[in-house]
């Protein structure tokens, strides 16, 4: 039982990295998804391109943040920066990609609908994303060296 109070209480305390990501990830996901929607509701943009520029948006604040505050890295941005391209990128395709066949196929037999499939498409894909993107960024973009 110490064991399980030990590590939730080492989960919360601010300097856990994935606090600081969660932090992160609420002011980039907010300005991304404000993007999305904007450009798929607001302008009449595809799913694709518009998930596409408004995660590029994301991103960019994302590198910033999470280099200088998650996980204060002192890589290069040489050596950060396509490592962190090939995250977001990877984790883009795999979420979205994901998140689309999903709910394509959920909403599509349902009667019930409250959002469309691209809307709970973007909602999920974004969760999707954070997950796969904090281990890429943790394990492969800014981790430490032994």
Same mark, same amino acid.
């Not at 606090?19 to 980039?28: K, P, Q, T």
């Not at 890295?73 to 984790?91: D, H, N, P, Q, T």
């Not at 395709?93 to 999903?102: D, R």
């Given at each position: 039982?110490?064991?399980? /109070?030990?590590?939730?209480?080492? %989960?919360?305390?601010?300097?856990?990295? #994935?606090?600081? #990501? !969660? !932090?992160?990830?609420?002011?980039?996901?907010? &300005?991304?998804?404000? &993007? &999305?929607?904007?450009?798929?509701?607001? /302008?009449?943009?595809? #799913? *694709?391109?518009? $998930? %596409? +520029?408004?995660?590029?948006?994301?991103? =960019?604040?994302?590198? +910033?943040?999470?280099?200088?505050?998650? %996980?204060?890295?002192?890589?290069?941005?040489?050596?950060?920066?396509?490592?962190?391209?090939? +995250?977001?990128?990877?984790?883009?395709?795999?979420?979205?990609?994901?998140?689309?066949? &999903? *709910?394509?196929? /959920?909403?599509?037999?349902?009667?019930?609908? !409250? =959002? $469309?499939?691209?809307?709970?498409?973007? %909602?999920?894909?974004?969760?999707?994303?954070? !997950?796969?993107?904090?281990?890429?960024?943790?394990?492969?973009? #800014?981790?430490?060296?032994?």
């Amino acid at each position: 039982m110490n064991l399980i /109070i030990s590590t939730f209480e080492n %989960f919360l305390k601010p300097t856990n990295s #994935f606090i600081r #990501f !969660l !932090l992160v990830g609420i002011v980039n996901t907010g &300005i991304g998804l404000s &993007i &999305i929607f904007l450009l798929m509701n607001g /302008i009449g943009l595809n #799913f *694709w391109m518009s $998930t %596409f +520029i408004g995660n590029t948006c994301g991103a =960019v604040i994302s590198y +910033i943040l999470n280099r200088n505050f998650t %996980f204060k890295s002192s890589k290069s941005l040489e050596a950060s920066g396509l490592r962190f391209v090939a +995250i977001i990128v990877i984790s883009y395709f795999g979420a979205y990609g994901l998140s689309h066949l &999903i *709910w394509s196929g /959920i909403l599509n037999h349902t009667s019930l609908i !409250l =959002v $469309t499939n691209k809307e709970a498409s973007v %909602f999920f894909g974004a969760c999707f994303y954070t !997950l796969m993107n904090y281990f890429g960024q943790k394990y492969f973009v #800014f981790n430490k060296t032994r």
